[in-house]
């Protein structure tokens, strides 16, 4: 039951931590972390020239069961997660039926001890079938295991419902992870509304259908008192929002996506529908910001939104197909490409995919501190590859970046102090 990580660089934002060392496992907890410590009686790994860092928190993914295993399971899903260095994952509530009961609750948990390679941990909806029209009952998923509620994939467009929700929240100490959008703005939209928008002939979303919610939803947020989470922010002014909220006091955090930061409206000329996610990719102005976000500590955490789509649903025509893309297993390399741009430090990449969405949830996990539970990621800085669908561990195959050549892997992933993916490779 012991396990030793030699030599590594390792990176533990939570306690500002970035040495070379090595790191005593024994039991699922790390037991030890210092220099020079003798393997004895413990297995070892390699870590030298890589970087040893807390396990990866997605805290916004879809992992589609129950109700939509064409797309994804939580066994495809957490072997996705741990092919991309996530030890711990926050799945949606938007499955069939809805996270709004005990019941769906303790079905994802039994299901993800079952067969989950991660952590699993359900998110609840804000209101009953994601209708926005009467709320769950947020005590009893409090009371089940949930880490967080939202409504995602559906805005909750009642401000007096949204209003109530803040304030049962709080009593019960979980975040709220709004998704933004207007809908009677938003519409029919498919991509972003401007200038590629008219020049492919496309109906367009404007910036202002996620931004004129953002800003409801920080208003409410300290009318309630309570926290607020933003999810997949990708406007410039959206950024604006978050940064003079936070400046006054308002209890609000927010996450972005790769795609985000990595993507312009202009990947869409191709009419690929996997460039049409929701919120959709915006212009190159809105792309600096969101770095300039990531930059200033504005945007506490990058996520994933992994929305697994079946062939099928994806290849047909762009007006007609599924919003949402898988970023799982691409989105580790495509920070550590923001690292190389130099919008953001190493050891804030580390801290927004580890400790910040960890703390959000209350989920006690993203540190390397001894006592801690032994979720590590270790990375292969060096390595690349080329992303080819036949290689994802995904039941889908949806992604833009399809072809795109990334350096940077997650060569191991540990659980619980179990290997559960080696070099590309699942450890039974």
Request: glycine share 10%.
């Amino acid at each position: 039951m012991k396990l030793l990580i030699k030599g590594g660089r390792v990176i533990d934002p939570a306690g500002g931590l970035d040495k070379v060392s090595d790191l005593l496992i024994e039991n699922g907890k790390i037991v030890a972390l210092k220099k020079k410590i003798s393997n004895k009686g413990a297995g070892a790994i390699e870590a030298k020239g890589k970087v040893v860092c807390p396990g990866l928190v997605d805290m916004h993914v879809h992992l589609r069961e129950p109700g939509r295993e064409d797309e994804e399971t939580i066994e495809t899903g957490t072997r996705s997660a741990a092919a991309g260095g996530f030890t711990s994952v926050a799945c949606m509530a938007n499955t069939t039926p809805v996270i709004d009961n005990q019941g769906t609750v303790e079905f994802i948990y039994s299901q993800a001890r079952k067969t989950g390679a991660v952590n699993v941990y359900p998110i609840g909806s804000v209101t009953k079938g994601l209708r926005g029209e009467e709320l769950s009952e947020i005590g009893e998923l409090k009371h089940s295991g949930v880490v967080a509620i939202s409504d995602d994939g559906e805005p909750v467009r009642n401000s007096e419902v949204m209003r109530r929700a803040l304030e049962y929240a709080k009593m019960f100490d979980l975040p709220i992870i709004s998704h933004c959008e207007d809908k009677d703005l938003s519409a029919e939209g498919v991509m972003n509304e401007g200038y590629s928008s008219t020049l492919l002939g496309l109906v367009g979303i404007p910036r202002e259908a996620e931004e004129v919610m953002v800003a409801r939803d920080i208003s409410l947020a300290h009318l309630a008192g309570s926290h607020i989470h933003i999810a997949h922010i990708s406007t410039a002014k959206s950024v604006q929002l978050v940064r003079q909220a936070k400046a006054g006091g308002i209890k609000v955090t927010c996450e972005t996506a790769p795609h985000y930061f990595s993507l312009t409206d202009e990947a869409v000329r191709t009419f690929d529908t996997n460039t049409k996610m929701n919120p959709p990719l915006r212009t190159a102005g809105d792309v600096e910001a969101i770095k300039e976000g990531l930059k200033d500590g504005t945007i506490d955490v990058i996520a994933t939104d992994h929305a697994p789509h079946t062939i099928v649903e994806k290849e047909v025509e762009y007006n007609l197909a599924p919003f949402g893309i898988i970023g799982l297993e691409t989105a580790l390399p495509l920070v550590l490409k923001a690292v190389e741009e130099g919008f953001l430090t190493l050891t804030d990449a580390i801290a927004k995919m580890s400790i910040n969405p960890a703390k959000i949830l209350g989920i006690g996990k993203g540190t390397l501190s001894v006592g801690a539970d032994a979720d590590v990621a270790i990375i292969d800085l060096s390595k690349e590859r080329t992303v080819r669908p036949e290689e994802f561990q995904s039941k889908s195959r949806n992604s833009p970046f399809i072809g795109w050549k990334l350096k940077g892997v997650a060569s191991t992933t540990i659980v619980g102090g179990k290997i559960v993916m080696k070099d590309g490779k699942f450890c039974p």
